[in-house]
């Protein structure tokens, strides 16, 4: 191959001729993003291309003086803002023509072979005005049928504590009047933006399974499953990284996460692959930030490396490639957040291990490109090993997709419960949970993390939640399948005063042993 480029540099170079070489187009796929639609043909070998001068901006003609079919190749449909697509002969060679409804900023770049695909030309239409999606799906995928949302703009929903005034009574009932609950003020308290990431698309399927399952379906569908119950959640919105079937640059979905819709919270979603099919469970990843070689696992470390590869499957151009200076920088103030995107990653740990087998008990670090955005916190999730079999039957079932959104829902939530970001809705709640409880005299002795953002603020509303004299305790005995976390949960109280109320080094309780809880 060598020998033949440096016969080919030569000729050139002595101004000779060059031989034709045929290079066959084998097949021509197209993909729809909102900004744009993409179209990728599949040939044998690098291909000469030329933009045609007699281009119009609704009309692409690119030149490939080289090319032919074998035979009939299938073209796509004409979806909007596709027109029509046609190949034609020009020459010796072949036109491709690209007829567009709205005006287009061409793209052309070539991709070299890799494990999934060979020599690709990739001809991205960027269009002026972004067009939601209807539908992108190109291959049949166990994709939620939730309407396609190009952006959400956070909205404050109003939290109206449930009162026993509020419900109608059947009889008149003589009571003393409470005080009305307090509302949160919508206009100080914020959303906290949950940006979901459905890994791969488009032209990168992510992990294969051996039934031909693809990652990027199984991820995207997990990810209309978090983000409804996101939304669905006071004080918690979501947005989608990717709302159907097409490839975004990694560096580039962190972006529209931060930047487009400022993003508190960065969820990549991912299921697995090893060449070991017995290889399962679940995983949560944080950012290494001692550079990308570094991880605390070599499962971590070749993890992360699988994932970034994403941009050369995928297809990303050069242009959009990766910032060496902006990755440095992201590492600097990463580390800012890292803390608590392990807090979350742990709390999200917790709640899979209830539901799966976890691939790692801990949070594992490596150098993921995705998770490199300062200012948020970002971890990727991988749902489960798509190279297990049995792993891929529950990765394409509808109820384990919903459990695992579930997890990763009940996670983040419980998150923002513990950590309240000020400003927040959680903030708010902790805000009125600390007027109602009598303070207690019992020193706390819990060290909790700082919050996100203001640390003095937040710190103070959360020592405000501090246990109810022992006057106001249950008696509670562990039964078979409770764990600590969802003891506290139901009991609304937080994992700390459990912990510091009982004694407890760590989160392991018995079956039998019973726990003193503060009722408030
Ligand atoms: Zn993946």
Redesign the pocket.
Known sequence: MRVLLRCLILMLASGLALPVLAVDITAVRSWRAPDNTRLVLDLSGPVAHQLSPDSTPARLIIELPDARTAGPIALPAAIAPLKSVRLEKSGQGQRLVIDTLQEVTPRVFQLPPNEKYSQRLVVDLLLKVPVPIASTVTEAAPVAKVPDQVTSIPVMRPVEPVTPAAKPAEKPVISVPEPAPEKPDQRRYRNIVVAIDA??GGEDP??IGAKGTH?KNV?LAIARELEAMLKAEPGLTAVLTRTGDYFIPLQERRRIARYQHKADIFISI???AAENRAAKGASVFALSLKGAGTATSRFARMLAE??NR?DLIGGASIESGDDTLRNVLADMVVAGSLDHSLHMGRNIIDRLGGLTSLHSKRVEQAGFAVLKEPGMMSLLVETGFISNPQEEENLISKEHQRELARAIFEGVLRYNQRYPAPDSYFAWQAEQRSKKTVIASAPRVEKKPEPVRDSTRAEALMSGQSGAPESKMIRYRIAPGDNLTRIADRHQVSLADLRSLNNLQDDTVKIGQTLKIPVN
């Open positions: 890994g791969h992510g992990a990652e991820t991912h299921a697995d699988r994932e994403s």
